[in-house]
């Protein structure tokens, strides 16, 4: 259905134009196959929890800061 109407316009261009249209199309395909490809990798997607035990917090996290004591 489409095909005809891009091929018409695809044709009309000067053929500096026609490649940049392939080159577009080309970096349209592989981008396509990056996103098929991190949609069937699990591997990238975040686990929860897998940093556990990674990041230590201090005791005394909580506790008023000893510079800040004359603005409190």
Same mark, same amino acid.
């Given at each position: 259905?489409?095909? /005809?109407?891009?091929? *018409?316009?695809?044709e009309? =261009? /000067?053929?500096?134009?026609q490649v $940049? %249209? =392939?080159h @577009?199309?080309? #970096?349209?395909? &592989?981008? +396509? $196959? +990056?996103?098929?490809? +991190?949609? #069937?990798? /699990? $591997? $990238? @997607?975040? %686990? !929860?929890?897998?940093? *556990?035990?990674?990041?230590i917090? !201090?005791?005394?996290?909580? &506790?008023? =800061? *000893?510079? =800040?004591?004359?603005?409190?």
């Amino acid at each position: 259905m489409i095909q /005809p109407v891009i091929l *018409e316009k695809l044709e009309s =261009l /000067p053929e500096s134009l026609q490649v $940049k %249209v =392939l080159h @577009y199309i080309d #970096s349209l395909i &592989e981008e +396509q $196959k +990056q996103t098929s490809e +991190q949609e #069937s990798d /699990p $591997k $990238k @997607y975040r %686990v !929860a929890g897998s940093m *556990e035990g990674m990041i230590i917090v !201090a005791d005394d996290f909580d &506790e008023p =800061l *000893e510079d =800040l004591k004359d603005y409190m």
